[in-house]
């Protein structure tokens, strides 16, 4: 009776018309009442979280488990891979380096458990040189010699960057009076095609409507960008163009990647010539990149939907020579019913796919051997990489003598960096600390069954022997074909659960545990399935006696989702926590990146917008409901997700007589955090809501 009362006031009452809404102006980022507005809120709602008894310790212990020094330091710190023949990558944070330092070991040393690091940049001493709070966006470098890299610095950790040539020999930036490459800052991707020349790709020239690059341009080395020779120029509805290039010398290829849609591109291969080569992938295939297993360079990618008899969800290859057609489109590798290729990466020798069954990882190696389908492709041999049971796994790095470092871990054992050479069982390198005592926690994977019949995979994290319902943290995401797989707990919800409560993981649909099919259930008009999911696994967990109140949390995405939680189901959620969320998707499309996930939601201006409204949260609020005290978190230099939508929700949340909780952090990108303490502050905040809210 409950529900379907419930049901009946959404159809009665009025929603907020984005024409009428008295929140708009919040959506100016960086205007002075604006801010004003922002720092009142914190000042306001804050101290009640600071308040709460145990608030300091949780800070300290989530500091310091964020800053532990035994972390482990992974070869991730470099593009197109933080391993070469002779050197190992890294980009580590601690208690003394709050913004970090890029670093770099002999790999023999790194590869026998005992790295011997040198700095190579020091973020903290760049920012007290130059006054700006730059955050690290990453090192593109050129193989196979990694002595020049392009390196990506964000001020606040905005999506946007700039981009500065590093020479990892002299170790210091290349000035352009020395002929040094230099972008200004723009959301923008590059691509070395040798020493002297960049595939460059800027929103400051050209911008999409969805705030990306739309034109790439070849830049030779002492030449400025204005007279580099444009190779390719999109529509301004397209999403983004990006160069990328893979392989090193002879083998060497690029591309550029013309996104249509968030889901949909054309693949432009960049021929010796100079001239661009189509693709011969379908347009909805999902690319990842260019490799040489044996038998010359081949693209390597995802199908999203049957293509030549080939099935959805499977990985195809097709060769890709200097100049001419490409190749054609080959099988490698097709999932069961149920599994998903969750990650792919190459070694000089084999392809490693990261294997979700069931959400639980397996190692498939594939190898090629002839006497394949025709006389000039060879055939792809299945293999299996014996890894620990009950785990998830993330590709790290490979390199050309069939090396494949890896991140195995589960949610109550920390991560291992395992190295594996040519298929054999992996062997543990390095280990992160123990934080608990995993012995004590108990880990179920459940089913729940949605509204319309699909089963929904969850998985519960509780007290080992706890009886009866638990006061229950429940997180999930639901988009973009991102799958939640087993991690080991971050700080908040390790101190939740040691507390003697419990933490739950949904896989519902939108994601990509179960494939192209488990996303695409959840696209557009069938938004509400990921909805309905989420809603079965919060009913399933008190009518099955496990849960007793219920905090459900999300971000980005997931901040949407836990909008729609509490805005659909009052009666179901006892406290939500929406961090960055989109929440007026009636605007979301003009808003920063929105435009580019209109393939993901709708576009709202059509008629779209018959069933983005039903879900819409902003326009969902409604008075006289009793919803939860919703604690909603954003990030003033957010350039992805606009920070107006946490604003305005919690504006008209306000006006409503609805009490909420509000952070905005004044930097932290789309992360909502710039550094570990900002992050360790996060966590302390979440656990004192926590705490607060289902007592």
Known sequence: MKKIAFAALLVAASPVLAAEDPHLWLEDVTGAKQLEWVRAHNAKYLPELESVPGFAEWQAKAETILTDPRRIAYPTGASPSGVTATQVFNFWRDKDHVRGIWRVSPRAAFDAGRPEWSTLIDMDALEAAEKKNFQWHGATCLPPEFQRCLIGLSVGGKDADELREFDLVAKRFVPVSEGGFFSPEAKQGVAWVDRDHLLLGTAAELASSSGYARTVRLWTRGTPFSAAKPLLTIGEADMAVNPAAFGSGAGRRAVLIQALTFWTGKVHHLAADGSLVASPLPDDADFRFIADVGGGPRAFALLRTDFQGIPAGSLVAYKVPASGPMGPVMPVFSPGPTQAIDDIDASGKAVYISLLDDVAAKLVRMTLEEGGPSPDEPGWVQGVVPIPANSAMKLVAADADDTLYSDVVSFTEPSR???????????????????????????????????????????????????????????????????????????????????????????????????????????????????????????????????????????????????????????????????????????????????????????????????????????????????????????????????????????????????????????GGHAGVANLKEAAYRYALMLAYLNRELK
Do not use: C
């Open 417 to 667: 960096l395992m190295v594996s050479k040519g298929g054999a069982a992996p062997t543990v390198l390095a280990s992160a600390p123990a934080f608990f005592d995993g012995s004590k926690i108990e880990v179920t994977q459940r089913f729940a069954t949605s509204k319309d019949g699909t089963k929904v995979p969850y998985f519960v994290i509780r007290p080992k022997g706890a009886k009866g319902p638990l006061k229950t943290y429940y997180w999930s995401y639901g988009g973009f074909e991102i799958s939640l797989t087993p991690a080991y707990l971050q700080p908040e919800a390790q101190m939740w659960v040691e507390a003697g409560n419990q933490y739950v993981v949904a896989n519902i649909r939108g994601g990509g545990e179960y494939g192209p099919r488990w996303h695409q259930a959840a696209l557009l008009e069938k938004r509400q399935n990921s909805y309905d999911d989420l809603h079965a696994v919060a009913e399933d967990l008190k009518k099955t006696g496990l849960a007793s109140k219920i905090a459900v949390h999300g971000r980005s995405n997931g901040g949407l989702m836990s909008s729609v939680a509490y805005t659909q189901r009052p009666d179901l959620y006892d406290a939500a926590l929406v961090g960055v969320p989109l929440a007026d998707m009636k605007r979301y499309h003009l808003l920063l990146a929105g435009a580019s996930w209109m393939a993901e939601y709708g576009n709202p201006d059509t008629s779209d917008w018959d069933f983005i409204k039903l879900y819409s949260p902003y326009q969902n609020i409604r008075k006289g409901v009793k919803y939860p005290r919703v604690f909603f978190y954003t990030s003033t230099k957010d350039d992805r997700v606009h920070p107006g939508h946490a604003r305005k929700m919690a504006a008209e949340m306000e006006a409503q007589g609805h009490p909420i909780y509000y952070y905005e952090n004044i930097d």
